[in-house]
């Protein structure tokens, strides 16, 4: 089940306006006289009505301090105080009033939160992290990023992937020297993650492998950790420093943890580059 909540305005036409340029929302649903946004997880509807309604606090959560900082700019002069810290809450964030003078606050965290992202979100914003925090991941996050990798799609549903947890400094200092900057990641962050797949289980153990990784990917990213595939790690070397049998795939080992910095999108291809049909 999902939810939106409905406010009335008696301009919808700023409203619109306001959410969609100001703030990045986008318009979910149209139906008649109402609007419905979305911005993350939240969806917030708009109905044109004779009555204004201002309900609580309209809150919008951003990624970080730097967000709220720039939509602190941004806002101008609908900010109604500047952006601080709130230890009550554990929260960095501000006021802005919206065209009908509506409260809107904007914050971050100061703390990591539950997961909170939509499928559409969590496939664009993953990206390639090579930075990270100094703290280590609570153990009750990993156990729930690894209960998510048991979904990992393999053929015949032989689930012949495995995951290998690696905490040793001089282990992780080994596999990011490897292959010069471009292995340099995997020890960047408090963990290591290397994922194997053993050709005992499944013929397709390359393929059921490598979409495991992905998956890990993917699952780290819902509790906002980040990772980032490394190439070329099916490597006698690296097999024989985890002790791995070298008959086994290594799809890639990927580092783990909170990013301090979240690289921008580099750019992709349009739709209409990748699609093909049989005829072209
Ligand atoms: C098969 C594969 C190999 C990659 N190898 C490396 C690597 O060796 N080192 C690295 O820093 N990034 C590596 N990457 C990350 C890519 O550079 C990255 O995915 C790409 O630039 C797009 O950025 P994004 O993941 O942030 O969207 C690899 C990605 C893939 C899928």
Same mark, same amino acid.
């Given at each position: 089940?999902?939810?939106?909540?409905?406010?009335?305005t008696?301009?919808?036409?700023?409203?619109?306006?306001?959410?969609?340029?100001?703030?990045g929302?986008?318009?979910?649903?149209?139906?008649?006289?109402?609007?419905?946004?979305?911005?993350?997880?939240?969806?917030?509807?708009?109905?044109?009505?004779?009555?204004?309604?201002?309900g609580?606090?309209? *809150?919008?959560?951003?990624?970080?301090?730097?967000?709220?900082?720039?939509?602190y700019?941004?806002?101008?002069?609908?900010?109604?105080?500047?952006?601080?810290?709130?230890?009550?809450?554990?929260?960095?964030?501000?006021?802005?009033?919206?065209?009908?003078d509506?409260?809107?606050?904007?914050?971050?965290?100061?703390?990591?939160?539950?997961?909170?992202?939509?499928?559409?979100?969590?496939?664009?914003?993953r990206?390639?992290?090579?930075?990270?925090?100094?703290? +280590?991941?609570?153990?009750?996050?990993?156990?729930?990023?690894?209960?998510?990798?048991?979904?990992?799609? *393999?053929?015949?549903?032989?689930? +012949?992937?495995?995951?290998?947890i690696?905490?040793?400094?001089? *282990?992780?200092?080994?596999?990011?020297?490897?292959?010069?900057?471009?292995?340099a990641?995997?020890?960047?962050?408090?963990?290591?993650?290397?994922?194997?797949?053993?050709?005992?289980?499944?013929?397709?153990?390359?393929?059921?492998?490598d979409?495991?990784?992905?998956h890990?990917?993917?699952?780290?990213?819902?509790?906002?950790?980040? *990772?980032?595939?490394?190439?070329?790690?099916?490597?006698?070397?690296?097999?024989?420093?985890?002790?791995?049998?070298?008959?086994?795939?290594?799809?890639?080992?990927? +580092?783990l943890?909170?990013p301090?910095?979240?690289?921008?999108?580099?750019?992709?291809?349009?739709?209409?580059?990748?699609l093909?049909?049989?005829?072209?």
């Open positions: 089940m999902s939810g939106i909540v409905f406010l009335g008696r301009d919808l036409e700023a409203v619109r306006r306001f959410y969609v340029e100001e703030v929302c986008t318009i979910w649903l149209e139906q008649a006289d109402c609007i419905v946004l979305k911005h993350g997880n939240m969806l917030l509807g708009f109905c044109s009505r004779d009555i204004l309604e201002m609580g606090i309209i *809150t919008f959560f951003l990624d970080c301090k730097c967000d709220v900082d720039v939509m700019k941004q806002m101008g002069e609908r900010a109604v105080t500047p952006p601080k810290e709130n230890s009550k809450y554990g929260i960095y964030h501000f006021f802005a009033a919206d065209p009908e509506r409260p809107v606050e904007f914050q971050c965290f100061l703390h990591p939160v539950a997961p909170h992202l939509p499928g559409d979100d969590l496939l664009r914003t990206r390639s992290v090579r930075k990270f925090e100094d703290r +280590p991941i609570p153990e009750d996050v990993i156990v729930q990023v690894f209960e998510l990798c048991r979904w990992a799609p *393999t053929s015949m549903n032989r689930q +012949p992937y495995y995951y290998m690696i905490d040793d400094r001089p *282990t992780m200092d080994f596999l990011a020297s490897v292959r010069g900057s471009s292995s990641p995997i020890a960047a962050g408090p963990l290591a993650i290397a994922i194997g797949s053993d050709p005992e289980l499944s013929k397709r153990h390359i393929e059921d492998g979409i495991a990784a992905y890990l990917l993917l699952a780290a990213w819902v509790h906002g950790l980040g *990772t980032c595939w490394i190439a070329d790690m099916d490597r006698s070397e690296v097999k024989e420093r985890l002790n791995i049998p070298q008959d086994h795939y290594v799809a890639t080992v990927t +580092p943890g909170y301090s910095t979240v690289p921008q999108p580099p750019g992709r291809k349009d739709v209409a580059e990748f093909r049909f049989p005829e072209d």
